[in-house]
Protein backbone atom coordinates (compact mmCIF):
# COMPACT_ATOMS: atom_id res chain seq x y z
CA UNK A 1 0.00 0.00 0.00
CA UNK A 2 1.11 3.53 -1.31
CA UNK A 3 2.13 5.61 2.00
CA UNK A 4 1.31 9.42 1.97
CA UNK A 5 3.19 11.95 4.32
CA UNK A 6 0.94 15.57 4.37
CA UNK A 7 1.84 18.44 6.60
CA UNK A 8 0.15 18.15 10.01
CA UNK A 9 -1.55 21.79 10.13
CA UNK A 10 -1.35 24.67 8.15
CA UNK A 11 -3.06 28.01 8.64
CA UNK A 12 -3.84 30.43 5.98
CA UNK A 13 -6.07 34.10 5.52
CA UNK A 14 -9.60 34.51 3.82
CA UNK A 15 -9.31 35.03 0.20
CA UNK A 16 -5.38 33.55 0.10
CA UNK A 17 -5.02 30.46 -2.18
CA UNK A 18 -4.01 27.38 -0.02
CA UNK A 19 -1.89 24.58 -1.34
CA UNK A 20 -1.38 21.63 0.50
CA UNK A 21 1.31 18.86 -0.90
CA UNK A 22 1.08 15.24 0.15
CA UNK A 23 4.32 12.68 -0.87
CA UNK A 24 4.01 9.15 -1.67
CA UNK A 25 7.20 8.44 -3.12
CA UNK A 26 5.81 4.09 -3.62
CA UNK A 27 2.57 5.03 -6.00
CA UNK A 28 1.93 2.15 -7.71
CA UNK A 29 0.97 2.19 -11.84
CA UNK A 30 -2.81 1.66 -11.11
CA UNK A 31 -2.93 4.21 -7.93
CA UNK A 32 -5.20 7.04 -8.32
CA UNK A 33 -4.73 10.02 -5.43
CA UNK A 34 -8.44 11.47 -4.17
CA UNK A 35 -8.35 14.08 -1.37
CA UNK A 36 -11.29 14.28 0.76
CA UNK A 37 -12.62 17.46 3.32
CA UNK A 38 -13.87 16.61 7.04
CA UNK A 39 -15.29 18.91 9.25
CA UNK A 40 -15.92 18.67 13.08
CA UNK A 41 -18.01 15.82 13.95
CA UNK A 42 -18.72 15.00 10.38
CA UNK A 43 -18.06 12.25 7.70
CA UNK A 44 -15.09 12.92 5.01
CA UNK A 45 -16.48 14.31 1.69
CA UNK A 46 -15.28 13.79 -1.59
CA UNK A 47 -13.26 16.87 -2.90
CA UNK A 48 -11.10 15.76 -6.08
CA UNK A 49 -9.58 12.94 -7.16
CA UNK A 50 -6.62 12.06 -10.03
CA UNK A 51 -3.92 10.18 -11.71
CA UNK A 52 -1.77 12.50 -13.78
CA UNK A 53 -1.16 15.78 -14.86
CA UNK A 54 -3.68 18.50 -13.76
CA UNK A 55 -7.52 18.20 -12.82
CA UNK A 56 -9.89 20.85 -11.62
CA UNK A 57 -13.52 21.07 -10.23
CA UNK A 58 -15.71 23.23 -9.05
CA UNK A 59 -14.40 23.48 -5.48
CA UNK A 60 -10.43 22.48 -6.09
CA UNK A 61 -7.45 21.67 -8.36
CA UNK A 62 -4.93 18.81 -8.21
CA UNK A 63 -1.62 19.06 -9.65
CA UNK A 64 0.20 15.97 -9.80
CA UNK A 65 3.89 16.15 -11.37
CA UNK A 66 5.29 13.46 -13.89
CA UNK A 67 6.59 11.00 -11.57
CA UNK A 68 3.77 10.91 -9.63
CA UNK A 69 5.40 10.50 -6.28
CA UNK A 70 3.67 13.53 -5.01
CA UNK A 71 0.41 15.68 -5.30
CA UNK A 72 -0.77 19.08 -4.68
CA UNK A 73 -4.14 20.28 -3.87
CA UNK A 74 -5.06 23.94 -4.48
CA UNK A 75 -7.78 25.96 -2.83
CA UNK A 76 -8.44 29.04 -4.90
CA UNK A 77 -9.53 31.95 -2.05
CA UNK A 78 -10.00 30.64 0.58
CA UNK A 79 -12.88 31.46 3.37
CA UNK A 80 -13.71 30.50 6.72
CA UNK A 81 -15.49 27.41 6.22
CA UNK A 82 -12.94 25.87 4.41
CA UNK A 83 -11.25 25.40 7.95
CA UNK A 84 -11.35 21.43 8.01
CA UNK A 85 -9.03 18.56 7.88
CA UNK A 86 -7.67 17.29 4.43
CA UNK A 87 -6.72 13.68 3.72
CA UNK A 88 -4.88 12.59 0.80
CA UNK A 89 -5.33 9.01 -0.28
CA UNK A 90 -3.35 7.25 -2.94
CA UNK A 91 -4.74 3.51 -3.92
CA UNK A 92 -6.17 1.11 -6.48
CA UNK A 93 -10.11 1.97 -7.30
CA UNK A 94 -10.88 -1.39 -7.76
CA UNK A 95 -9.69 -2.15 -4.59
CA UNK A 96 -11.22 0.33 -2.38
CA UNK A 97 -10.48 -1.14 1.43
CA UNK A 98 -6.77 -0.41 0.33
CA UNK A 99 -7.70 3.58 0.68
CA UNK A 100 -5.67 4.68 3.66
CA UNK A 101 -6.81 7.32 5.92
CA UNK A 102 -4.05 8.95 7.44
CA UNK A 103 -4.07 11.76 10.28
CA UNK A 104 -4.52 14.34 7.42
CA UNK A 105 -4.05 18.03 6.88
CA UNK A 106 -5.67 20.52 9.89
CA UNK A 107 -6.37 23.60 7.83
CA UNK A 108 -7.05 26.89 9.91
CA UNK A 109 -8.54 29.76 7.86
CA UNK A 110 -7.90 33.06 9.93
CA UNK A 111 -10.22 36.12 9.57
CA UNK B 1 -29.66 10.12 -5.94
CA UNK B 2 -27.89 7.82 -3.89
CA UNK B 3 -28.23 8.45 -0.01
CA UNK B 4 -26.39 7.38 3.48
CA UNK B 5 -28.39 6.72 6.42
CA UNK B 6 -26.22 5.94 9.35
CA UNK B 7 -27.52 5.82 12.93
CA UNK B 8 -27.79 6.74 16.23
CA UNK B 9 -26.12 10.35 15.46
CA UNK B 10 -24.90 9.63 19.70
CA UNK B 11 -24.84 6.80 21.95
CA UNK B 12 -23.92 6.53 25.29
CA UNK B 13 -23.14 2.68 26.60
CA UNK B 14 -22.17 0.88 30.09
CA UNK B 15 -18.85 -1.17 29.74
CA UNK B 16 -19.96 -5.10 29.03
CA UNK B 17 -23.40 -4.02 26.89
CA UNK B 18 -23.87 -4.92 23.82
CA UNK B 19 -23.70 -2.60 20.58
CA UNK B 20 -25.77 -2.50 17.32
CA UNK B 21 -25.35 0.18 14.82
CA UNK B 22 -26.86 0.32 11.39
CA UNK B 23 -26.00 1.84 8.09
CA UNK B 24 -28.41 1.66 5.23
CA UNK B 25 -27.82 3.21 1.24
CA UNK B 26 -30.34 4.15 -0.94
CA UNK B 27 -30.27 4.51 -4.94
CA UNK B 28 -27.59 2.21 -5.72
CA UNK B 29 -27.16 -1.54 -6.02
CA UNK B 30 -24.62 -3.47 -5.18
CA UNK B 31 -22.21 -0.92 -2.90
CA UNK B 32 -19.27 -1.65 -1.77
CA UNK B 33 -19.71 -1.41 2.37
CA UNK B 34 -16.77 0.31 4.94
CA UNK B 35 -17.04 0.92 8.61
CA UNK B 36 -14.34 3.38 9.94
CA UNK B 37 -13.71 4.29 13.06
CA UNK B 38 -12.47 7.33 14.08
CA UNK B 39 -10.30 8.69 17.68
CA UNK B 40 -10.68 12.21 18.76
CA UNK B 41 -8.28 13.91 16.95
CA UNK B 42 -6.73 11.72 14.73
CA UNK B 43 -7.32 9.66 10.80
CA UNK B 44 -10.18 7.21 10.13
CA UNK B 45 -9.27 3.44 10.87
CA UNK B 46 -10.86 1.01 8.75
CA UNK B 47 -12.65 -1.64 10.20
CA UNK B 48 -14.59 -3.79 8.13
CA UNK B 49 -15.50 -3.61 4.21
CA UNK B 50 -18.14 -5.34 2.13
CA UNK B 51 -18.49 -6.16 -1.54
CA UNK B 52 -21.48 -8.45 -1.57
CA UNK B 53 -24.19 -10.13 0.64
CA UNK B 54 -22.53 -12.18 3.62
CA UNK B 55 -19.08 -11.31 2.60
CA UNK B 56 -17.00 -9.16 5.32
CA UNK B 57 -13.45 -8.13 5.40
CA UNK B 58 -11.96 -7.39 8.52
CA UNK B 59 -8.98 -5.03 8.77
CA UNK B 60 -8.51 -5.12 12.34
CA UNK B 61 -8.80 -7.77 15.38
CA UNK B 62 -10.77 -6.19 18.15
CA UNK B 63 -13.82 -6.65 19.54
CA UNK B 64 -16.19 -5.30 17.05
CA UNK B 65 -18.15 -7.41 14.07
CA UNK B 66 -19.99 -6.70 11.06
CA UNK B 67 -22.75 -8.32 9.07
CA UNK B 68 -24.70 -7.53 5.77
CA UNK B 69 -27.57 -9.03 5.60
CA UNK B 70 -29.08 -7.38 2.98
CA UNK B 71 -27.61 -5.90 -0.12
CA UNK B 72 -27.82 -2.43 1.01
CA UNK B 73 -27.49 -2.60 4.87
CA UNK B 74 -24.37 -3.04 6.74
CA UNK B 75 -24.58 -3.09 10.73
CA UNK B 76 -21.78 -3.24 13.41
CA UNK B 77 -21.96 -5.13 16.25
CA UNK B 78 -20.42 -5.75 19.52
CA UNK B 79 -21.45 -8.18 22.37
CA UNK B 80 -19.67 -6.37 24.97
CA UNK B 81 -18.53 -3.23 24.65
CA UNK B 82 -14.60 -1.41 26.16
CA UNK B 83 -14.01 1.03 26.95
CA UNK B 84 -11.14 1.62 24.14
CA UNK B 85 -14.89 0.97 22.04
CA UNK B 86 -15.26 4.99 22.64
CA UNK B 87 -15.23 6.90 19.29
CA UNK B 88 -16.90 8.08 16.32
CA UNK B 89 -17.97 5.35 13.83
CA UNK B 90 -18.88 6.05 10.25
CA UNK B 91 -20.52 4.13 7.36
CA UNK B 92 -19.17 4.63 3.83
CA UNK B 93 -20.08 3.25 0.71
CA UNK B 94 -18.72 3.53 -2.87
CA UNK B 95 -19.82 2.44 -6.22
CA UNK B 96 -18.90 -1.40 -7.45
CA UNK B 97 -16.35 -2.06 -10.44
CA UNK B 98 -14.95 1.17 -10.32
CA UNK B 99 -15.22 2.33 -14.15
CA UNK B 100 -16.97 5.23 -13.75
CA UNK B 101 -16.52 6.49 -9.67
CA UNK B 102 -12.95 5.06 -9.48
CA UNK B 103 -14.04 4.16 -5.70
CA UNK B 104 -14.72 7.08 -4.19
CA UNK B 105 -16.21 6.87 -0.73
CA UNK B 106 -19.82 8.45 -0.03
CA UNK B 107 -19.86 8.91 4.33
CA UNK B 108 -22.51 8.91 6.90
CA UNK B 109 -22.78 11.33 9.46
CA UNK B 110 -21.50 9.18 11.99
CA UNK B 111 -22.01 7.64 15.42
CA UNK B 112 -20.33 9.35 18.12
CA UNK B 113 -20.24 6.47 20.95
CA UNK B 114 -19.27 7.05 24.22
CA UNK B 115 -18.47 3.30 26.42
CA UNK B 116 -18.41 4.67 29.94
Known amino acids: LAKTTQPISMDSYEGQEVNITCSHN???????ITWYQQFPSQGPRFIIQ???TKVTNEVASLFIPADRKSSTLSLPRVSLSDTAVYYC????????????FGPGTRLSVLP | SQTIHQWPATLVQPVGSPLSLECTVE??????LYWYRQAAGRGLQLLFY??????ISSEVPQNLSASRPQDRQFILSSKKLLLSDSGFYLC???????????????FGAGTRLSVL
Open chain 2, 50 to 55: SVGIGQ
Open chain 1, 50 to 52: GYK
Open chain 1, 89 to 100: LVGDPFYGQNFV
Open chain 1, 26 to 32: NIATNDY
Open chain 2, 92 to 106: AWSASGGTLAKNIQY
Open chain 2, 27 to 32: GTSNPN
